[in-house]
Every structure is written in C-alpha cells, then in structure tokens.
C-alpha cells in the first residue's frame, strides 16, 4: 500500500551535539505535520545520537553508517525514504515553522518544477541575522519561477540552500543524488543539475535559518587539485550537448563564479599557483559582472585580494 506521508525530511548528523535538538525540534513545531523525518548518523563520535533517540516521535526515525560524508549520509536518507518530496535540514540550523506549508503550496502552484526552495536568514558567527541579497528574482513577497537560475546563482546570493531545498523524490532518482566524496559544492551540483533540466519554484518569504556560528562546518581546506564539482558537470552535459542554448549564456557566466569562488578556496588554502590558472581560464567577457561582487559584502577581504594574482610581483 502507498505510504500516506508527504514528505520525507532527511537531516545528516555528524558530531552535532550542541545543535540537533534544535534543528529537530524545527521540524516538530512545523505547521504542516504529514511528514517522516530520518535522521541519518554518519559515524558520530558525540552524544548526538542519543539525544535524537530520546527525541520520542513516531515520525521519527534515526539511522547509523559508518563515517562516510555528508553526501552519503543524505543518499542514504533518500533510499529509505517513503515521501514524495524530499526536503534536506543540516543538523545545525533550523526551519521556520511555516517551512513545510511553503514548500507544499509551491508545488501545488508549480507541479513542473524540479526543487522547491524558499529565502533564508543567515545568523552569524557574531549572532546577528544577515538577509542574502538575491538578483534576478523579483522584490518580496514574491513566490514563482525564478526566471533564470543559473543567473540569479551568479550575479547574487545563491538562491536555493541545502536546509532551505525540498525535491521531488522522482526527481532524485533521474538526475542521481549528492555527488560522494567531495568535501564542497556537493549540494551546489545537485541544483545545478536539476536546474540544467527543471524549473526552479522559489518562496521570498523566509523559511530557514542557516547558523554560521555553528561548528564542525566544512573545512576552508583545498588540495591543489580539488575544483568545484559542478564545473565537471557542465563539462559532461556540454560533450552530449545537455545544455539547452537559452541558459547557455548564464550557464556560462555561473560557472565564472564558481571558478571564482574556487580560485578563493585555494588562496585560503595558499595554493596561489593553482588560483592563478584559474584567473587565467576565466573568459574576460564574464570576468567584469562577477568581479563586482568581489567588492561587496558577500565576499571577505581575502578574496578580493585574489585579483592582485594577475600581477608579477606575486609570482
């Protein structure tokens, strides 16, 4: 018999202790209540599992691997899950409790679309609420079709966050999950895999609270010759000709950003010769809309300071 439930909540729990009550109790509090939520232990050497064991709830269910990553650990979820949508939560941020509602009015209103995704607030390491700046996307309130999510993703904040998304588990099965063993971007390649077939419905209102502050983040680390998976996904849709020709231009422009954002990682990480090809690979004429952002908020010091690897003196 089909299962009645809605939605299937997948949270990865890696040594999360201090911060999964919370996200749990997030989901609990929601107003829409057809749901199961998995918790998935990727090989936690904390007490977070046992605090999401004395979390009692029928909904409730808490499955442990062995330490195998994050993208694991939501495949993982995904496979056991019994809900025709499939929203994601890190277990160190929160949802808004009318989260989940959002998400079902936006599929009812856009069945065609592949992921669901509302704004979000980001909280700090300093504890202060900070709203991402979104381009291309019309004023709040506002819910739809983001026009052009490959553009939105490049010229602003990104417009679709992991604990912020919810995707179709038919979706899910088509395009493949969360790419495994990759340390960043690994949620990113999923959007942008979806977006390179779907439509994107998206909320303005806010629906989430991604907390900066936590710990036991991602590591700022890159070896020298990491890059950015998504960049080996366009590579592989452009061989068999899986780009459709109107998003090509903004497709084009995303991934000058996210070679941006890598050639950041590897001065963090003082792998200064690697970020100078990348300088080099960039093409000059999507160069000028992104470096602006180089100069804005959104970016720290550091990464403005990777423009000045185009000079001698740094060689």
Same mark, same amino acid.
């Given at each position: 018999?089909?299962?009645? /439930?809605?939605?299937?909540?997948?949270?990865?729990?890696? &040594?999360?202790?201090?911060?999964?009550?919370?996200?749990? !109790?997030?989901?609990?509090?929601?107003?829409?209540?057809?749901?199961?939520?998995?918790?998935?232990?990727?090989?936690?050497?904390?007490?977070?599992?046992?605090?999401?064991? %004395?979390? /009692?709830?029928?909904?409730?269910?808490?499955? &442990?691997?062995?330490?195998?990553?994050?993208?694991? $650990?939501?495949? %993982?979820?995904?496979?056991?899950? +019994?809900?025709?949508?499939?929203?994601?939560?890190?277990?160190?941020?929160?949802?808004?409790?009318?989260?989940?509602?959002?998400? =079902? +009015?936006?599929?009812?209103?856009?069945?065609?679309?592949?992921?669901? #995704?509302?704004?979000?607030?980001?909280?700090?390491?300093?504890? !202060? &609420?900070?709203?991402?700046?979104?381009?291309?996307?019309?004023?709040?309130?506002?819910?739809? @079709?983001?026009?052009?999510?490959? %553009?939105? $993703?490049?010229?602003? #904040?990104?417009?679709?966050?992991?604990?912020?998304?919810?995707?179709?588990?038919?979706?899910? /099965?088509? @395009?493949?999950?969360? #790419?495994?063993?990759?340390?960043?971007?690994?949620?990113?390649?999923?959007?942008?895999?979806?977006?390179?077939?779907?439509?994107? #419905?998206?909320?303005?209102?806010?629906?989430? =609270?991604?907390?900066?502050? $936590?710990? &036991?983040?991602?590591?700022?680390?890159?070896?020298?010759?990491?890059?950015?998976?998504?960049?080996?996904? =366009?590579?592989?849709?452009? +061989?068999?000709?899986?780009?459709?020709?109107?998003?090509?231009?903004?497709? /084009?422009?995303? =991934?000058? !950003?996210?070679?941006?954002?890598?050639?950041?990682?590897?001065?963090?990480?003082?792998?200064?010769?690697?970020?100078?090809?990348?300088?080099?690979?960039?093409?000059?004429?999507?160069?000028?809309?992104?470096?602006?952002?180089?100069?804005?908020?959104?970016?720290?010091? @550091?990464? !403005?300071?990777?423009?000045?690897?185009?000079?001698?003196?740094?060689?």
């Amino acid at each position: 018999m089909k299962d009645s /439930k809605k939605i299937s909540i997948v949270i990865p729990l890696f &040594n999360k202790a201090l911060y999964i009550k919370r996200a749990v !109790r997030s989901v609990l509090m929601q107003s829409y209540q057809d749901y199961e939520l998995i918790v998935v232990n990727d090989g936690s050497t904390d007490h977070g599992p046992e605090i999401v064991k %004395r979390m /009692k709830d029928s909904r409730l269910i808490l499955f &442990n691997q062995d330490n195998a990553g994050v993208s694991a $650990a939501r495949n %993982r979820g995904i496979e056991a899950a +019994r809900g025709n949508l499939i929203a994601f939560l890190d277990a160190d941020d929160e949802w808004y409790p009318d989260f989940l509602a959002m998400i =079902v +009015r936006l599929q009812d209103k856009y069945p065609e679309a592949g992921l669901y #995704a509302t704004s979000y607030q980001i909280m700090t390491i300093l504890h !202060r &609420n900070i709203s991402p700046i979104f381009k291309e996307i019309c004023s709040p309130p506002w819910e739809g @079709i983001i026009p052009s999510y490959f %553009r939105s $993703a490049a010229l602003g #904040a990104p417009p679709v966050w992991t604990s912020a998304a919810c995707v179709p588990k038919r979706i899910l /099965k088509e @395009i493949g999950g969360f #790419a495994v063993g990759k340390r960043m971007g690994e949620d990113v390649d999923l959007w942008g895999r979806i977006a390179l077939r779907y439509p994107i #419905a998206f909320n303005s209102k806010n629906g989430a =609270v991604y907390h900066h502050d $936590a710990g &036991n983040r991602a590591c700022m680390s890159f070896a020298l010759n990491e890059e950015h998976p998504f960049l080996e996904t =366009v590579e592989a849709f452009r +061989r068999t000709g899986g780009i459709p020709e109107k998003t090509n231009d903004d497709v /084009k422009l995303y =991934v000058t !950003r996210l070679k941006l954002e890598n050639m950041r990682q590897h001065v963090l990480a003082g792998n200064c010769g690697r970020a100078r090809k990348l300088v080099a690979e960039i093409n000059d004429r999507w160069t000028f809309p992104v470096r602006q952002l180089l100069w804005g908020s959104y970016f720290n010091v @550091i990464t !403005r300071f990777v423009w000045y690897l185009r000079y001698p003196f740094l060689h």
